[in-house]
């Protein structure tokens, strides 16, 4: 993570001296979070699907197995950090996802690297609980809002890079490279932050809230496998409807506790202002809507084009790239409008892209493709980066754990959504969808493709419309 001059808090006088604590702090933020950023995965789904011998409906667990520790226990990880040190949770995530990265390419069975993706999603949670408060805790307050733009434009650079290095080691070494070549990153990162001295962040040693963390995971967990066996053809409604009375149960005993514990997972006060419930669902249905690039296009790019798959990497890269612009933006668009306003306004830019793309002829050329696709990453981007500010300027200095987590949480509903409704949605419009024996080029694939992405840009933009016009901000 390139850090300007602006945001080191030494003085003048020491700008040729040894490299400063914020500096080395914000180097190692940005490696570790651009390092462990997953989209090089998606770039390798055919490959994985081809040697597991499984089909696309199972490919969806790669990411689930990843997403809902990632994103189930990020709040938790957010507030152990609040407590005990940004610094310590985030070495703990890079040293575990270092662990998890090396043996996922030993994978003996698909199921075995399931459970290393379940490692890997705990410890970028970890890394993306701590990391902004981590970033912002390591220089003055009046320029946090400076590094959270460079820290969503280094997520964003994390993402584009992705697919493009993605697809250059998938050439060369197999599909098993794109979790190998991510180690070494948690290894610099873990490094420089061995020889940083602690953050001075005011420390709390309270117990931790574990009756919340748990009644969260498992509401989270209710509503993954509710969207989950929604999406199959024949539908076990029994078992639906229990899981329904369990995440029932686990949400109003959720509140319940989080209205009592002494030090919560997260304080629900911040959440009776009207203006924050609308951000919510915003960030679902971005989220839900924008999962449509990254579930679907690894495939039109394997099936619809010739592209090697460093070719097509670099090509998946134009949406996150988008979203590494709208980052570094993000500091003079704030400056003018508000965190929320920007917050609100961005899932029309991601829902014009997504739109753009179902309609385009599939006469025209690949490259006609990639400005709607930079426009859905810049949507997303700008709406993290918005997301994250208002959070952290809305909570307290000693819950800035939690609100740099809180956007994860709501990311983690709208692309466990996404990748059960868009899949589920493709597989209908396709007569059984990827992997079930539809030709290279075939209309069912290319027509339920271009059907989906307009059904969802559409979707984002019917959601969108209200939120906007009924926001107070």
């Given amino acids: 993570m390139g850090v300007s001059p602006l945001l080191r808090p030494e003085k003048a006088s020491d700008r040729h001296s040894t490299p400063s604590r914020a500096t080395l702090g914000l180097w190692a933020v940005g490696i570790g979070t651009l390092g462990q950023v997953d989209s090089s995965v998606n770039i390798a789904f055919p490959a994985i699907t081809a040697w597991f011998e499984i089909d696309v409906g199972a490919v969806q667990w790669l990411v689930i197995a990843y997403l809902l520790p ?17 610094r310590q949770i985030f070495m703990a995530g890079l040293l575990v996802s270092l662990f998890a990265q090396f043996l996922s390419g030993f994978a003996l069975s698909y199921g075995s690297l399931l459970c290393l993706r379940v490692l890997q999603g705990l410890g970028f949670g970890m890394i993306l609980g701590s990391g902004p408060a981590l970033a912002t ?5 009046d320029v946090h809002t400076r590094v ?33 070549y991510r180690a070494p990153l948690a290894a610099i990162a873990f ?21 919340g963390a748990f009644l969260l995971v498992a509401l ?15 539908i076990n409604w029994l078992l639906v409807v229990v899981l329904l009375f369990g995440l029932g149960v686990c949400s109003a005993a959720f509140v319940y506790q989080e209205s009592r514990a002494p030090e919560p997972i997260i304080r ?3 959440f009776r202002n009207a203006d924050i419930a609308l951000l919510q669902i915003a960030s679902i249905a971005i989220n839900f809507a924008g999962f449509a690039v990254l ?36 500091t003079r668009l704030v400056s003018k409008v508000s965190a929320t306003q920007l917050t609100l306004a961005s899932p029309f830019l991601t829902a014009t892209g997504l739109i753009a793309i179902g309609g385009l002829p599939p006469t025209l050329s690949i490259l006609f493709i990639v400005p709607p696709m930079f426009a859905v990453g810049a949507g997303l981007g700008l709406f993290q980066f918005a997301f994250t500010d208002w959070a952290i300027a809305a909570m307290s200095r000693s819950d800035r754990g939690v609100a740099g987590s809180l956007f994860m949480v709501t990311r983690l509903v709208g692309t466990v959504a996404g990748a059960s409704g868009i899949s589920w949605l493709f597989q209908a419009l396709t007569e059984g969808g990827l992997g079930q024996g539809m030709a290279p080029g075939s209309g069912d694939f290319l027509t339920g493709f271009q059907i989906t992405f307009i059904a969802v840009g559409g979707a984002l933009l019917v959601v969108s419309i209200p939120i906007a016009l009924f926001s107070r901000s």
């Fill in 220 to 234: 989270l967990g209710s509503l993954l496998f509710i969207l989950n066996l929604l999406q199959h053809s024949t």
């Fill in 70 to 86: 990632m994103s189930g226990f990020v709040l938790v990880f957010g507030k152990l950090g609040d407590l005990y040190g940004h």
């Fill in 268 to 270: 629900l006060e911040v």
């Fill in 295 to 330: 579930l679907l296009f690894p495939f039109y790019l394997a099936d619809e084009t010739e592209l090697s798959p460093s070719i097509a990497g670099v090509i998946l890269a134009m949406s996150p790239l988008g979203m590494a612009v709208a980052g570094l933006l993000g």
């Fill in 148 to 180: 959270l733009s460079m820290y969503t434009m280094t997520f964003g650079a994390g993402m584009a890079a992705g697919p493009i290095i993605g697809g250059l080691v998938i050439d060369v070494w197999g599909w098993q490279a794109v979790f190998w």
């Fill in 191 to 211: 490094s420089l932050l061995v020889v940083v001295p602690d953050q001075t962040q005011a420390r709390r040693h309270p117990k931790l809230d574990i009756a």
């Fill in 137 to 141: 805790f390591l220089v003055d307050e």
